[in-house]
């Protein structure tokens, strides 16, 4: 196992309604990633951490979507919202250089 | 151009036969390529570097070429437990960012 954890694992909500999702890095991990992922695609980044500090957005992460990572260790993903294309597996992953990142089990969101 | 586009797939091969799998990327800044592992409903995992020189790790050999803009991936003597989806992921160009690109994968299917 990985060592990055997520939580929830699957997440089941009405349009409209907000969602927050957590991610737990590798401890010594500084570095912190969300992606998301629909099927018969590869992973699409959304945004990334060093620290507590959010570095880089995707355009893919609209003003509904918002995340922290308030103290450098975990992360929270929100969703205000929620639209049916918003339905997808959300990963995190985590790296203490550049480039290795470890994936974390994921929380598959559908939107009804 | 999509960023990272690779073979479609699905390969369909039997136990012990060779396969290759092929990567083109559009960005000539990227600096770092790796090869990752995804198994159904499971995150996707690390399966190697691609340095320039080429890299091997047991049955698994990694190729980059620069000028081409294109990765492979050779797999020798195809074990049942290979059959998964292979993602060519690259490292967005600037070196700095460290969010990674990725393919939408490549299905092997390994049969007995």
């Known amino acids: 196992d990985t060592g990055v954890s997520q939580d929830p694992r699957h997440k089941i909500t009405k349009r409209g309604q907000n969602v927050t999702f957590r991610c737990d890095p590798i401890?010594?991990?500084?570095?912190l990633y969300w992606y998301r992922q629909t099927l018969g695609q590869g992973p699409e980044f959304l945004t990334y951490?060093?620290?507590?500090?959010?570095?880089?957005k995707s355009r893919l992460l609209s003003d509904r979507f918002s995340a922290e990572r308030p103290k450098g260790s975990f992360s929270t993903l929100e969703i205000q919202r929620t639209e049916q294309g918003d339905s997808a597996m959300y990963l995190c992953?985590?790296?203490?250089?550049?480039?290795?990142?470890?994936f974390g089990p994921g929380t598959r969101l559908t939107v009804t | 151009r999509k960023e990272v586009e690779q073979d479609p797939g699905p390969f369909n091969v039997p136990e012990g036969a060779t396969v290759a799998f092929n990567c083109t990327y559009s960005?000539?800044?990227?600096?770092?390529f790796f090869w990752y592992r995804q198994d159904c409903r499971k995150e996707p995992k690390l399966l190697m570097s691609?340095?320039?020189s080429g890299n091997e790790d047991g049955r698994f050999t990694a190729q980059l070429n620069r000028a081409s803009q294109y990765i492979s991936l050779l797999i020798r003597d195809s074990k049942l437990s290979d059959s998964a989806t292979y993602l060519c992921?690259?490292?967005?160009?600037?070196?700095?960012?460290?969010?990674?690109?990725f393919g939408k994968g490549t299905k092997l299917s390994v049969k007995p």
């Open positions: 992921v690259v490292e967005t160009g600037g070196g700095s960012q460290g969010n990674l690109i």
């Open positions: 992953a985590s790296s203490l250089s550049y480039h290795e990142q470890y």
């Open positions: 691609v340095y320039s």
């Open positions: 951490f060093q620290n507590e500090a959010q570095l880089e």
């Open positions: 401890s010594e991990h500084n570095r």
């Open positions: 960005n000539s800044a990227s600096q770092s």
